[in-house]
C-alpha cells in the first residue's frame, strides 16, 4: 500500500505562483512515478505532469508545459508541482497519483490517490 499527501494549494491571482507537495508513505519504492491530475467542476480528472523515481524523467500536458515544473526528492519520498503564471483556467482540485507502469495519462493507469488540494486562481 502506497499512502499520499497532497498540501500547497490555495488562492492566488492570475500570474501569480503556487508550490504544490505529495508526501508518499509506504511502499513507495514499488511503484515506477509519480503523475499530477487536476479536476475542474463540471470537468473530467485530467492529467497535468508525470515524473519517473528512478530517473527523474518527466513528462507535461501540453496546456502547461513552459509554467509548471514537476520534481521529486528521492530521500524525502515527495513530489513538488511549482505552477508559475497561473491562470483562472488552472483551477481545480490537484490530486498526486502513484502508479507501477504504463501510459502517464490516463487516471485508471495509477493505483493510488491523494485526497487532493484545492487550488483557485482569481483576482
Known amino acids: 500500500q502506497v499512502q499520499l499527501v497532497e498540501s500547497g494549494g490555495g488562492l492566488v491571482q492570475p500570474g501569480g505562483s503556487l508550490r504544490l507537495s505529495c508526501a508518499a508513505s509506504?511502499?513507495?519504492?514499488?511503484?515506477?512515478?509519480m503523475g499530477w491530475f487536476r479536476q475542474a467542476p463540471g470537468k473530467e480528472r485530467e492529467f497535468v505532469a508525470g515524473?519517473?523515481?528512478?530517473?527523474?524523467?518527466?513528462v507535461y500536458a501540453n496546456s502547461v508545459k513552459g509554467r509548471f515544473t514537476i520534481s521529486r526528492d528521492n530521500a524525502k519520498n515527495t513530489v513538488y508541482l511549482q505552477m508559475n503564471s497561473l491562470k483562472p483556467e488552472d483551477t481545480a482540485v490537484y490530486y498526486c497519483?502513484?502508479?507501477?507502469?504504463?501510459?502517464?495519462?490516463?487516471?485508471?493507469?495509477?493505483?493510488?490517490w491523494g485526497q487532493g488540494t484545492q487550488v483557485t486562481v482569481s483576482s
Open positions: 497519483a502513484a502508479k507501477y507502469g504504463g501510459s502517464w495519462y490516463p487516471a485508471g493507469t495509477y493505483a493510488y
Open positions: 509506504g511502499r513507495t519504492f514499488s511503484t515506477y512515478g
Open positions: 515524473i519517473t523515481w528512478s530517473e527523474g524523467a518527466t
